[in-house]
Each structure stands twice: as structure tokens, then as C-alpha cells.
């Protein structure tokens, strides 16, 4: 390529584009490049060391939340507001009616439907958080499909995956352990709050 006074002008070298390359310092890790400049994020090679991927070490500025992985672990909140704001004695008492079909409330219809809905967001919450994690660099994150069993496996196996790679990512345990203890204290409140009524439907059955 020539300027107008037929000087050659060299060919600007093309911008390689975003993505993870050799260290240029030297290191055995890859760095990423994000399309202009080299980051801080740094990255260990992939290939099986004895049957296990080595540790790969991710950036600082690697985000290690998203809002899938606080939907999963603030969804039960649902079901505390749910829990503290029904009337659990009136479904004790309809259970134990000699009525037939006095349990089947508009209640228990709601309680049904949240706990499946629930279930079934956080089985595909879990899923696009595990996209989002493997978008971000982390190498194989736990794995969604632990939600099928129970939410907290997959909440519990996430964050030890994320704080072995990044170095940090352990919050939605506290939280999520926080509101565990939380739903127990109120269940067991609700079934000690209607050992009256269990009281008085066995004196009841024995006076019959």
C-alpha cells in the first residue's frame, strides 16, 4: 500500500479479537484479552493433570453473582410470607372434619401451586446461572441438574466451585443458610401453636 507520493505505507496488523491467549508476561496461564488491551484476568491452561482439570484462577473483576442465583436462594421468602400470613388452624381443623373434602381450601390449592412453581424456577434458574458462570470463565460449575434433589445441593455446590476458582463467592450460603433457620423456627412455631387443637380432637375422638 503506497501514500500519494508513492511512499509504501504498511498495512495496520490487525486487532486480534476478544478471548483467552498465552500470558504475554511469560506465565504458564492464559490472559484475557478483551479486544484492545490486555486484563487482569488470568486463566490456567485446561488440559486433565491425573484424571482433574488444574485450578483455573479467575479476575478480579469476574462477577460472581447474578441475579439467578439470588432469585434461587431469596425464593423461599415466598413461602415464609406464605406460612406466617395463613391460617394453619383452620387447615388443622378441616383436616381432621369428619367433612369429606373440607381440606381442599383455596389455601391448600395456593400451597400446592407455590411449591411446585417454586420448584420448578429454581430447577431452571439453576440452569441459566450454571450458562452464565461457564460465559464468565469458570470452568465446569456445579452442576444444575443437583436442584432436581434440592436447591440448597445446588446453592452449597456452586458457591464452594465459584470460591475455589475466584477466590471469593460464598455469600448466597450465609444467606441461604440464614433462611433455612428461619423457615424451621416457623414451622416448628406453627405445629407447636396447634398441639391445643391436636389436644382437643383427641379428647374429642375419646369422648365419641
Known sequence: MTDGSGNYVPLPAATPPAG???????TPRRRWWNGVSWTE????PEPPVYGR??????G???????????????????????????????????????????????????????????????V????????????DGFVR???WAWTFLFSGIYVIGRSVIVRRQAGRGLAPIWVWAVLLVA?????????????P????????????
Do not use: E
Open 197 to 208: 387443637l391436636l389436644q382437643s380432637s383427641i379428647r374429642s375422638g375419646t369422648a365419641a
Open 53 to 58: 482439570l488444574a485450578p483455573t484462577v479467575i
Open 60 to 122: 478480579q473483576d469476574t462477577p460472581v453473582y447474578n441475579a439467578f442465583i439470588w432469585i434461587i436462594v431469596l425464593l423461599p421468602l415466598l413461602s415464609m410470607v406464605y406460612n406466617l400470613t395463613t391460617d394453619t388452624s383452620a387447615m388443622f381443623t378441616g383436616a381432621v372434619s369428619s367433612r369429606p373434602g373440607s381440606i381442599y381450601t383455596p389455601a391448600y390449592f395456593l400451597a400446592q401451586f407455590l411449591s411446585l412453581a417454586s420448584y420448578a424456577a429454581m
Open 141 to 143: 460449575p456445579f452442576h
Open 41 to 44: 484476568d488470568l486463566q490456567y
Open 20 to 26: 483467552w491467549y498465552p500470558d504475554p508476561a511469560g
Open 183 to 195: 423457615s424451621v423456627v416457623i414451622a416448628v412455631a406453627q405445629i407447636a401453636a396447634l398441639f
Open 124 to 135: 431452571t434458574l439453576s440452569y441459566f446461572d450454571r450458562q452464565r458462570l461457564i460465559a
